[in-house]
């Protein structure tokens, strides 16, 4: 069966192991001689259906590496899409033959085989992912040996390619940036020495490389072309996690809102050690009245990386909404897990799409969170008729819900519903998160 999930992405391994063992630890080579796992997922046909009907060089997604240490030619690309007839199909058709390397960049957002591993690795790893697709001629080779500033999953899906790894000389190293260069020398170096390689892997369909950040390599065909998917993972790093934490705290605490002085910026006076000004910051979070809440920070956080809805249902359910009535059938969108965050002011709510809803509905969260498909007259009574269609049409039209035809479940009949009047506005949601 072809990969579709991060669970299939790993196997035979499981998705534990992985994690244990080989995220940001170790490499992993998936030997599976199992050309099936990644049938229909982007091979030499793939290259010139995605060309054509998908465009992504129009939009600039489309890269032109030559063999060797010559610049790339996307420039060239660029002038050609908007110069030819066929948007540069014949310029990548003839530089694939001259042994170019192509490489569609973004994939995920416009080849849909790609762009469900993407999603279901996204949701799993609890991190954005990125893929580019890699298309190489026989015996060529795009990219000198070099390290990634970020963790990569290969998956082999046509033809074969040999890897070529190197010593680890620095773990999990972050990319470079103008600051860190000027403050770590050892960023400065503009061709790093590798020495020669400690392994060597050939991919074949279907075979998974796992790379953690930090492992120089390098890539090339062997006599036959190649065709890989690169997945980048970008995970958010601790360091980062934290800096969101001293934003937060800045908000608690005006010393940290104030400017750094004049003096200081100056050089007419000395800042305190990074050891003591660490202190400080501890010493403000453990003096807050209400202390800032990480977990909440965590699942925010979490938040970007949940899976996408399918589109089953979204239109028909668009046009459809305003006819509703209590005998129509709603359940969640195809694909995607129903999540609920309480804050003090409301409940955030994410199924596809987000929404907020008022305290007030906490008897019905149960209810939502229980059943995935209802008959709208059998929401808990505790609200009213009205009140029922009023959060079940908003529920559909901010994508947590949709329109079925299926049957209704059956469900046990609740409280009778309390006199409510006819005012509903406590019951209209608040969109976003």
């Not at 042994?99 to 799993?124: H, M, Q």
């Not at 059956?410 to 209209?428: F, H, K, N, T, V």
Request: with cysteine; aromatic share 6%; hydrophobic share 40%.
């Amino acid at each position: 069966m072809t990969i579709q999930t991060a669970a299939k992405v790993f196997a035979p391994i499981g998705l534990t192991e992985f994690l244990s063992d080989y995220l940001e630890r170790d490499i992993l080579h998936l030997e599976r001689k199992a050309p099936e796992l990644v049938k229909g997922i982007f091979d030499l046909e793939s290259m010139g259906h995605c060309v054509r009907y998908m465009k992504p060089q129009v939009g600039g997604n489309v890269r032109v590496v030559p063999k060797g240490e010559d610049p790339e030619e996307t420039v060239q690309l660029n002038a050609m899409v908007g110069a030819s007839e066929d948007n540069g199909e014949g310029h990548l058709t003839s530089s694939f033959a001259m042994g170019k390397t192509i490489i569609f960049n973004g994939a995920e957002a416009y080849w849909p085989p790609v762009e469900r591993i993407i999603d279901d690795l996204k949701e799993t790893l609890a991190c954005d992912v990125k893929c580019n697709v890699y298309c190489t001629p026989p015996q060529s080779q795009g990219f000198d040996t070099h390290v990634d500033g970020h963790d990569v999953l290969v998956l082999q899906t046509d033809g074969s390619k040999t890897w070529r790894l190197h010593e680890v000389d620095q773990a999990l190293p972050l990319e470079s940036t103008p600051l860190a260069a000027e403050m770590f020398s050892m960023l400065q170096s503009s061709k790093p020495e590798y020495g020669d390689p400690v392994r060597e892997v050939t991919l074949h369909p279907g075979d998974l490389l796992y790379l953690p950040r930090g492992v120089p390599h390098s890539a090339a065909s062997t006599t036959e072309h190649s065709i890989h998917l690169t997945i980048g993972l970008y995970p958010l790093r601790r360091h980062e996690f934290l800096s969101r934490l001293v934003d937060l705290l800045a908000f608690e605490d005006e010393g940290l809102r104030r400017r750094v002085s004049t003096a200081i910026m100056k050089g007419e006076e000395k800042e305190n050690s990074a050891a003591e000004m660490f202190r400080e910051l501890a010493a403000i979070a453990d003096g807050l009245e209400t202390p800032i809440d990480v977990d909440r920070l965590v699942a925010i956080s979490s938040e970007s990386y949940a899976r996408a809805a399918g589109t089953t249902g979204s239109f028909e359910s668009a046009i459809g909404v305003e006819s509703m009535s209590l005998e129509t059938v709603i359940e969640r969108p195809e694909g995607c897990p129903w999540s609920v965050r309480r804050t003090p002011m409301d409940y955030r709510i994410r199924c596809g799409g987000s929404m907020s809803l008022p305290l007030k509905l906490d008897p019905v969260m149960g209810f939502l969170e229980e059943h995935a498909i209802f008959r709208i007259a059998d929401a808990p009574d505790l609200m009213a008729n009205d009140a029922k269609l009023t959060l079940c049409r908003n529920l559909v039209r901010n994508g947590l819900m949709r329109i079925s035809n299926k049957p209704a479940p059956e469900i046990r009949a609740s409280i009778p519903a309390p006199a409510m009047g006819g005012d509903l506005s406590w019951l209209m949601p608040t969109v976003g998160s």
